[in-house]
């Protein structure tokens, strides 16, 4: 098997955290980026293992890391890809890395179509009208291609929403890394979105993301690292990876007021559903 080592580093500080205890079902990460961890995969994925996490989504932001999320995920069990132009990349896309993504997109080790979509903090809004034209671009790819399409949202929601009613989205939309409240939990559970909670629903200032996590329905809920970012409480600012999905795991069990198995089967059941998974 050929070995892919991380691609470059993220600029995390400090040592990786220690390995939380084994959840008692398996679970998964639905938002990674292996590219950017400073651990070979071969070992991420082994640590991930080890603590229950069998299968991981790496992520790419443009051409370059998308072909890369490829290769790993094909080199890999239990790893697979997702493919796209970031919206913060999106203002310097053209045709070719369009029809380039849409391509990756037909391999079989693809599950999603992302992360695609619109950020109204990093780009101003002289590229808005940029990315909203990739995002469509995007949406057209995943409808197309039968995948998963997995969303970038930040600052945005209305936008988001809107784009979506007006293109009419792909039977399965993921939010990655959901950053909106109680209220806009329910306006995506009522489009039948999944909403996917990472390692900053355990933030001392997230109140608001905790709400939308006690409301969202259990088979539209995800959880991911969104690694090597979003380290979970009490390791919030080190280093992000696969195996630290029980953390979020057990704050998510923590704010339905359920058992940790009950989250890990929840999720587990709806990655198959969205993903095609066995």
Not at 156 to 162: G, K
Request: proline share 7%; aromatic share 8%; hydrophobic share 45%.
């Amino acid at each position: 098997m050929t070995e892919f080592p991380a691609r470059r580093g993220a600029g995390r500080e400090g040592e990786p955290p220690p390995a939380p205890d084994p959840l008692p079902r398996p679970a998964l990460d639905s938002h990674c980026h292996f590219d950017l961890m400073d651990t070979p995969v071969a070992d991420a994925v082994a640590a991930a293992r080890a603590v229950g996490i069998e299968r991981m989504v790496t992520v790419g932001v443009d051409v370059e890391t998308s072909r890369w999320q490829v290769e790993t995920a094909a080199a890999y069990d239990g790893v697979y890809a997702a493919v796209a132009v970031h919206p913060n990349e999106a203002p310097a896309a053209d045709e070719a890395d369009w029809a380039e993504i849409e391509k990756l997109a037909a391999d079989p080790n693809v599950v999603a179509v992302g992360e695609t979509g619109l950020d109204h903090f990093r780009t101003g809004d002289n590229g808005w009208r940029r990315q909203e034209e990739s995002f469509r671009r995007h949406i057209d790819i995943a409808k197309r291609s039968g995948k998963a399409l997995m969303i970038h949202d930040r600052d945005a929601h209305d936008d988001v929403l809107r784009v979506l009613d007006s293109e009419g989205a792909p039977d399965r939309v993921v939010f990655h890394c959901f950053s909106g409240d109680a209220a806009f939990a329910r306006r995506c559970a009522d489009r039948g979105y999944v909403m996917s909670f990472a390692g900053n629903v355990t933030f001392k200032n997230a109140a608001d993301l905790r709400e939308a996590a006690a409301v969202a329905p259990a088979d539209l809920i995800l959880v991911e690292t969104d690694a090597p970012f979003l380290t979970p409480m009490p390791y919030r600012g080190r280093p992000n990876a696969p195996y630290l999905v029980p953390l979020t795991v057990a704050a998510l069990a923590e704010i339905r007021g359920v058992d940790v198995g009950e989250v890990a089967d929840a999720v587990t059941a709806t990655a198959a559903r969205v993903f095609g998974w066995a």
